[in-house]
């Protein structure tokens, strides 16, 4: 088990510079010239003087070769400097720790959605095993494995912004602008937490303490809150920590569909806008939270529940 | 008190196709008010099966149960949750019984918080628990404990506890103590008679031990693959079984009877 834990955490520094790696690669090999694009940003009237463009592409180093200028960014994060946004020329990092919290802030919202839906639904799945309910509950389960998670934003918006006018379909305003995206992003995760719980309950219901409780006089309702979901919390716990992951992965597209300023809604209009510093810096950024997380995981399975463990690795 | 009339629980063997197996076949019997019904039968005959049943928890798939009176073959789960109080069952396995992440106090506690005897940490409940542990042979230190943390003696003497705490007319014991050493085994069972004296609940006793139903039972019923097969006055069943496999299980009864004897004789 130490081993394991000593492997996982001697993989990151590799994994880490491959992530760098890819990130700048996808950047430089993409058309276009950035010494054009950000001569764009700092002089839009500029027109194109070929003096300039000479001066810009001095400034960036692209004439160096691939390893070098590689080096030179990766020199860079190191300590901590990633250069700054073409666009707005603040640093990337502030770009990006002002924005990291509205992307945490989707992703809790998100894991309270599916952690209410997953108790919710595990449990009727459970307490009416193999009726019509718990049937209609796996198949739609195993259904919303296959719808995209933008189609059911796009569906949401259609049903509770256009046509019931709770919610605005897009940007952000007050905290009420989350709920939407939460939801959507809850429910699209919500599938392994579904299931976990509905395993936790159908075992512990074979419980004798179930038997006892059943014995008291008090209800199935009763039976859960106050007896099951005790001896199950861990088991809960533990997923919700690994849904973590998907929420931040999946944030990316929610928070474009519905135009919240978190990290991925500005990873994206950086790439269209060709900003190449804030595009590298948060595709780097990304992966490294993604990577860390994971193995925060992987140790955390070492010492938990093996349904958990057969849950979380189940599909997606 | 209690009586069940051709009582009878299949289960569908295969998903598909409909045979079925039966676990209990037509059983019958009664007990009074007061009365211990000792039933006696091989593992896996369905005994837990029909304490389910006699207790309601389970619906059987044909027959009928009378309690105290009314039929309650049939009544609805809410129905049957008032009625609670007055059915108690306690499990073989003292490890599975009680809720592992409940104090022992509230273990005890909660089914006269439920039928609103007591509420919730009164005095009055307070000092009804400690009653009872006084009774069962508990010590207070042990109520704000675990169960992990209690050896399988002293939890049966906690649920021992919740179900006399309701002062139930009907009990029934599944191997309450057949997990338990022989001394310990013994001062429950004492426990147990002594309040039915007090406060005369009917009792089904379940074991498959002879010498525990004999210490403890008016009756005696022998049960095998489901069914019951003969039934009786305690010393006419041990003494002179008329069935076949009555009559083995005595004679297993009393060959491991000597040997206990010779062992403890020399
Ligand atoms: N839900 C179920 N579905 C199908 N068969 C079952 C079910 N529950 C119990 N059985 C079967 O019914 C039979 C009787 O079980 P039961 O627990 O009543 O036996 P028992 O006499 O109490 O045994 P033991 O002395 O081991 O406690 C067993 O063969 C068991 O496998
Ligand atoms: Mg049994």
Redesign the interface.
Known sequence: MKKIIINRVLMILPTVITIAFLAFSIMYFSPGNPAEILMRYRNPEGGTDPAALAHYEEMLGINDPFLTQFENWGAGILTGDFGESFKTGNPVTEEFFYRIGYTLMLSFTGLAFSLVIGITLGFLSAEFKDSWLDNLLRFTQSLKMSIPSFWLALFFIYIFSTQLRWFSAFGYNSPKDLILPGLVLGLSNSSRMVRLVRTCILEEKG???V?????????EIQIFF??IL??ITLPIITLTGVSLVSMIGGSLIIENIFGLPGIGTYLVSAIVAKDYPVSMGFLFAYGVIIVFINLFIDIVYQFVDPRVRDCANAEI | MIALENISKSYRKNIFGNQRTDIVKDVTFNIQKGETLGLIGASGCGKTTLA?IA?R?MKPTTGQIEFDGNDITAVS??EM??M??Q???M?Q?P????????KIYDSIA??MR??KIHKKNTADEKRKVKELIDIVGLQEEHLLRYPGELSGGQVQRA?LA?VLSVEPKFIVADEPTSMLDVSVQAQILKILKDAQKEYQFACLFISHNIGVVKAVSDRIAIMNEGMILEEGEVNSIIDAPKTEFGKALMDNYYADFYVELDRVAN
């Open positions: 419980s004798g303490y038997y006892t409780a059943r014995v008291k006089g008090l209800s106050k007896h005790k001896n | 389910k207790t928890l789960e809410t949750r008032k609670r109080q059915i108690q069952i499990f396995n490890e599975s019984a009680l809720n592992p992440r409940i909660e089914i439920i039928h649920v919740r």
